[in-house]
């Protein structure tokens, strides 16, 4: 049973439209999300989805159909703020979602990969392999994500991402 007094009460998720979600007091590896009946179809084809692809979304060890509630695995998602805010500052793009659509854009184009990581080269005063190897880990994660064909669109922007406690970067829903 979800047991109330340890659960925060304040909402931690400043968007999203079609769920609450809350952190727990004594575990604060986990998040707690509820909705409401009509979103019961779109929460089923998440939970089958992050049983499906478990490295690209966060885990969902309990879920209570009736109560409509769930317990995810909580993701960093401050660490992938930090990371695009790197890539904002590279770029000189005004925007995380940006960002995330010009590295989707190049996924498969090994050229202009190899360019931009020669760009990454030449630009002063950043730490030039930490930053390729971000990039490549982006453009891994972007291109697995784009291989996911259990849902026709899939919710790729910068606060539905997060790293779990392993260094993995994933998606907190669909």
Excluded: C
Aim: charged share 35%; aromatic share 10%.
């Amino acid at each position: 049973m979800l047991d109330e007094a340890a659960i925060k009460k304040e909402k931690i998720n400043k968007k999203g439209s079609y769920k609450k979600v809350f952190s727990f007091i004594h575990k604060p590896e986990y998040i707690i999300k509820t909705w409401d009946d009509r979103t019961d179809s779109l929460v089923k084809e998440e939970y089958e989805t992050s049983k499906k692809y478990p490295n690209l979304f966060a885990s969902i060890p309990k879920i209570n159909w009736d109560k409509r509630w769930m317990i995810q695995e909580k993701l960093n998602t401050d660490q992938v703020e930090k990371e695009l805010n790197e890539l904002i500052n590279l770029l000189a793009i005004p925007y995380p979602n940006q960002v995330i659509k010009r590295l989707q854009s190049m996924m498969d184009d090994k050229d202009r990969v190899k360019n931009f990581l020669e760009f990454i080269e030449n630009v002063s005063l950043i730490d030039v392999k930490k930053t390729q190897l971000l990039v490549l880990r982006w453009l891994k994660f972007l291109k697995e994500v784009d291989k996911i064909d259990t849902v026709d669109s899939k919710d790729i922007n910068h606060g539905n991402m997060g790293y779990d406690k392993n260094g993995n970067l994933k998606l907190l829903d669909i």
